[in-house]
C-alpha cells in the first residue's frame, strides 16, 4: 500500500475504536478543552491587573498564546506514538520488537500506534484564542503575511514534532519516558506563550540560537503585529527553516537510537 493510504487506514482503525463509546469520548474532549482553558484565563487575569506584559496587550499575547497552543496540540495528536510515556512502554513490553518485525516503515507504525481523538479538545481551545487574539488585536493583513502565517504553523507543530521524536530516541537507551524533554516541549510550550524579550538575554539567546524555538513563534509574531525586531535581522523569517531543520535532525538522531537498539528480553 501505498504510505500515505497505509498511515490513514491505521488512524481509522484507532479513530474507531475510540468514538466506540460516543458519551466518554465528548466528556474527554470536553475535559481536555475545560483544562487548557484555565490556562488562559488565569493568564487573562494577569492583564486584569497589570495591563500588559513586557508592553503586550491581552489580544497581542493571545495571538502569541493561540498559536502555540494550537501547533502543541497538533503535533501532540500527529506524533503521539512518539510521547515518551507511550514509547517507552513499546520498549519496555517488547511490543517495539513485534514491529521491528513487520515488513513496514517502524516511522510508519510508530505515527499510527497512537492518535488519541481527545486532543481535539486543546486544538479547539487553541484555535479559540488564536481567534480572540485576531479579533482583538488590529493586524494590517498583507498577502505575504496572509501567506506565511500558515507556513510559520506548519512548521511549528514540525518543531514540537521533533521533540517528541528526540524523546522517544532517548528511550533506545534510557527504556523509561526521557522526562527532561518535557522541559522543552509543555515547558517550552508555556514559555513560548508570553513574549520573549521578558526573559534574560541568556535565555532568550539559548531558545533562539540552540534550541531555536523562539525563531518559530516569538520573531514571526513580530512580523505579523508589525512590531519592531530588537535583533534588526531576518529572525523573523526562519520558521520553515527551524522547523523542518529540527524534525530532520530529530529523524537522523532517531535512526541512531535505533541502530543502537538492543531489546529489553521481554
Not at 96 to 117: H, K, N, Y
Not at 127 to 135: E, H, K, M, P, R
Amino acid at each position: 500500500m501505498h504510505p500515505l493510504r497505509l498511515y490513514l487506514a491505521l488512524i481509522s482503525v484507532r479513530i474507531r475504536a475510540q468514538m466506540q463509546y460516543r458519551a466518554s469520548f465528548a466528556l474527554d474532549v470536553l475535559g481536555t478543552c475545560f483544562g487548557t482553558f484555565v490556562s488562559f484565563i488565569t493568564l487573562a487575569a494577569v492583564f486584569g491587573r497589570f495591563g500588559n506584559i513586557g508592553g503586550w496587550k491581552l489580544g497581542e499575547v493571545a495571538f502569541l498564546y493561540g498559536l502555540v497552543e494550537t501547533s502543541l496540540a497538533v503535533a501532540d495528536m500527529l506524533f503521539g506514538g512518539f510521547d515518551t510515556p507511550f514509547f517507552s512502554e513499546l520498549i519496555r513490553r517488547g511490543t517495539l520488537d513485534q514491529l521491528l518485525l513487520r515488513p513496514l516503515s517502524l516511522v510508519l507504525q510508530v505515527f499510527g500506534a497512537d492518535f488519541v481523538l481527545r486532543r481535539l479538545g486543546r486544538i479547539a481551545q487553541g484555535v479559540f484564542v488564536f481567534g480572540l487574539g485576531l479579533y482583538l488585536t488590529d493586524l494590517a493583513w498583507t498577502p505575504l503575511k496572509g501567506l506565511y502565517l500558515p507556513l510559520v504553523f506548519v512548521s511549528t507543530v514540525a518543531f514540537f514534532g521533533s521533540l517528541f521524536v528526540m524523546g522517544a530516541t532517548l528511550c533506545f537507551w534510557t527504556v523509561q519516558p526521557a522526562e527532561v524533554m518535557n522541559i522543552f516541549t509543555y515547558g517550552g510550550s508555556e514559555m513560548l506563550s508570553y513574549p520573549m524579550h521578558i526573559y534574560s538575554d541568556w535565555l532568550r539567546r539559548f531558545f533562539t540560537f540552540v534550541v531555536p524555538a523562539a525563531l518559530l513563534v516569538y520573531y514571526p509574531t513580530l512580523y505579523f503585529l508589525d512590531k519592531p525586531d530588537p535583533s534588526g535581522s531576518f529572525l523573523p523569517f526562519l520558521a520553515p527553516l527551524a522547523g523542518w531543520g529540527m524534525l530532520a535532525l530529530s529523524f537522523a538522531c532517531w535512526q541512531v537510537g535505533l541502530r543502537h537498539y538492543q531489546s529489553t528480553g521481554t
